[in-house]
């Protein structure tokens, strides 16, 4: 069964860290560039981070560039979002996403989705 599964979000102060991690239980995404995009109510998914499947190239927005760090764990299976000096604009539902084609900044180049993990950041 597919599946992805996001987990690591949750309430942290202004300057703190969180690592989000997106688990492809069926070990069928391997191959495919992921991404993580973000979402708050009432304006559109904003892409964050990928990578690509086979070299691991790595794409950022301009936000978070410098601040968070996007990287797979093969062995877990894993796509991983390091944010580091986290600010209150981060808050956000963070979700991951498997890249079918086209440009890796639009959530329109992703068909299948995760459901999503939470992240508050306190002033």
């Known amino acids: 069964q597919v599946q992805l599964v996001e987990s690591g979000g949750g309430l942290v102060q202004a300057g703190g860290s969180l690592r989000l991690s997106c688990v492809d239980s069926?070990?069928?995404?391997?191959?495919?560039?992921m991404g993580w995009f973000r979402q708050v109510p009432g304006k559109e998914r904003e892409f964050v981070a990928a990578?690509?499947?086979?070299?691991?190239?790595?794409y950022y927005s301009d936000s978070v560039k410098g601040r968070f760090t996007i990287f797979r764990d093969t062995a877990k299976n894993t796509v991983n979002l390091q944010m580091n000096s986290l600010k209150p604009e981060d808050t956000a539902v963070y979700y991951c996403a498997v890249h079918s084609r086209g440009s890796y900044y639009s959530p329109e180049s992703y068909f299948y989705w995760g459901q999503g993990t939470q992240v508050t950041v306190s002033s």
């Open positions: 990578i690509t499947g086979s070299s691991g190239t790595t």
């Open positions: 069926g070990r069928t995404f391997s191959s495919h560039a």
